[in-house]
Nanobody, 128 residues
Framework: QVQLVESGGGLVQAGGSLRLSCAAS????????MGWFRQAPGKEREFVAT????????SYADIVKGRCTISRDNAKNTVYLQMNSLGPEDTAVYYC?????????????????????WGQGTQVTVSS
């Protein structure tokens, strides 16, 4: 089992950047596929990015491709999401997720139901 705690959210002006962090407690963090999702008010939770257990493979939603970078530091049990060129449409609660029940694939971990563990979320608000 793993517990996830997100941080780094906040209020930023359009065009700005934020770096979200997700700290994991529990054992064997390096065996988990990690993902970031977001949920805006009145909308369904949507995929943002995912990273394999080693960090060697990543996948991004088209809506953030080129603006976001997911990375991980297995020595620190932490996964990051660097977000640049933010716009009001990026306003949402951002969630970190983890799973290790199946092998990683770039397309297999883009759905929320594929993840077993979730953090409580961190709010990102982008002002225009």
């Amino acid at each position: 089992q793993v517990q996830l705690v997100e941080s780094g959210g906040g209020l930023v002006q359009a065009g700005g950047s934020l770096r979200l962090s997700c700290a994991a407690s529990g054992r064997a963090f390096s065996t988990y596929t990690m993902g970031w999702f977001r949920q805006a008010p009145g909308k369904e939770r949507e995929f943002v990015a995912t990273i394999s257990w080693s960090g060697g493979s990543t996948s991004y939603a088209d809506i953030v491709k080129g603006r976001c970078t997911i990375s991980r530091d297995n020595a620190k049990n932490t996964v990051y999401l660097q977000m640049n060129s933010l716009g009001p449409e990026d306003t949402a609660v951002y969630y970190c997720a983890a799973d290790r029940r199946r092998p990683y694939s770039t397309t297999g971990y883009t759905a929320a139901q594929m993840y077993e563990y979730w953090g409580q979320g961190t709010q990102v608000t982008v002002s225009s």
